[in-house]
T-cell receptor, first 115, second 111 residues
Framework: DTGVSQDPRHKITKRGQNVTFRCDPI?????LYWYRQTLGQGPEFLTY????????KSRLLSDRFSAERPKGSFSTLEIQRTEQGDSAMYLC?????????????FGNGTRLTVT | GDSVTQMEGPVTLSEEAFLTINCTYT??????LFWYVQYPGEGLQLLLK?????DKGSNKGFEATYRKETTSFHLEKGSVQVSDSAVYFC??????????FGQGTRLTINP
């Protein structure tokens, strides 16, 4: 169990630029989640994949955000035309079954700063 | 909508003190309740959970009891250690694979 890996750890970008983050889940986990955490707040749910299918999306996920999980392995989260309000920690988690049955394993996150 | 409220931090205690971190929730129906912990430099990890009223979750000396009448899930430990220093998050689950987290409580234990 090598844990959930996220890349990059930090990203600084100018407003209006596009950014992409990558998450590598624990290999045998077929569920993958993205959360966003702003300073002083708890994580907020963004989206959920079971294998390659994106099954849930929060209304927080505006049309500037897109997530993919090709082949049901790693996942990417892209933010287009970044805004200062997008500055946050983006967390990825994985689990072998649903939230009710098994704990989520979180990565260390990607910290995005939009200047 | 569903929400979780935790006691304001940071909380600073001496080693071997008794710990309580308050958590209350607002939700319709019967959510499952969780405590997640984030140790320095690590990702969040599950500490304990309870799935129905009056259930007690426990792990690593920590306990929390699901109280439906007071909509609470307070975290307690009888004797804290320096290694318990972390950020603690209370969360609820009602479905759609979505956890709703509180804002977190930073705990520091001094030797």
């Amino acid at each position: 169990d090598t844990g959930v890996s996220q890349d990059p750890r930090h990203k600084i970008t100018k407003r209006g630029q596009n950014v992409t983050f990558r998450c590598d889940p624990i290999s045998e986990h077929n569920r993958l989640y993205w959360y966003r955490q702003t300073l002083g707040q708890g994580p907020e749910f963004l989206t959920y994949f079971q294998n390659e299918a994106q099954l849930e999306k929060s209304r927080l996920l505006s049309d500037r955000f897109s997530a993919e999980r090709p082949k049901g392995s790693f996942s990417t989260l892209e933010i287009q035309r970044t805004e200062q309000g997008d500055s946050a920690m983006y967390l990825c988690a994985s689990s072998p079954s649903g939230v009710w049955d098994s704990p989520l394993h979180f990565g260390n996150g990607t910290r995005l700063t939009v200047t | 909508g569903d929400s979780v409220t935790q006691m304001e931090g940071p909380v600073t205690l001496s080693e071997e003190a008794f710990l309580t971190i308050n958590c209350t929730y607002t939700a319709t129906g019967y959510p499952s309740l969780f405590w997640y912990v984030q140790y320095p430099g690590e990702g969040l990890q599950l500490l304990l959970k309870a799935t129905k009223a009056d259930d007690k979750g426990s792990n690593k000396g920590f306990e929390a009891t699901y109280r439906k009448e007071t909509t609470s899930f307070h975290l307690e430990k009888g004797s804290v250690q320096v290694s318990d220093s972390a950020v603690y998050f209370c969360a609820l689950y009602k479905g759609a694979q979505k956890l709703v987290f509180g804002q977190g409580t930073r705990l520091t234990i001094n030797p």
